[in-house]
């Protein structure tokens, strides 16, 4: 995803603990997420979900299927 991209989160791997602990967060399996910025060189990520921003690392990013949402036009 892109700065700006809206999403939906549709599957995630929850072998490593650092997942379970941004799922607690609120990035659970059907959740709108949206991609607020990337820092320069890809790492971290800001994501924002239930009006709040979140940093997370592109490593536990991986971990999270996120599923595009079409652009209302």
Not at 10 to 37: H, Y
Not at 57 to 64: K, M, P, V
Request: glycine share 10%; proline share 5%; aromatic share 2%.
């Amino acid at each position: 995803m892109k700065p700006g991209q809206h999403g939906r989160i549709s599957a995630i791997d929850t072998n490593q603990t650092s997942i379970i602990r941004l799922m607690v967060l609120g990035l659970v399996e059907d959740v709108p997420v949206r991609i607020e910025n990337i820092a320069i060189g890809g790492d971290p990520i800001e994501i924002s979900v239930y009006g709040s921003s979140i940093s997370i690392r592109r490593q536990d990013a991986r971990q999270f299927e996120v599923m595009l949402e079409p652009v209302n036009g």
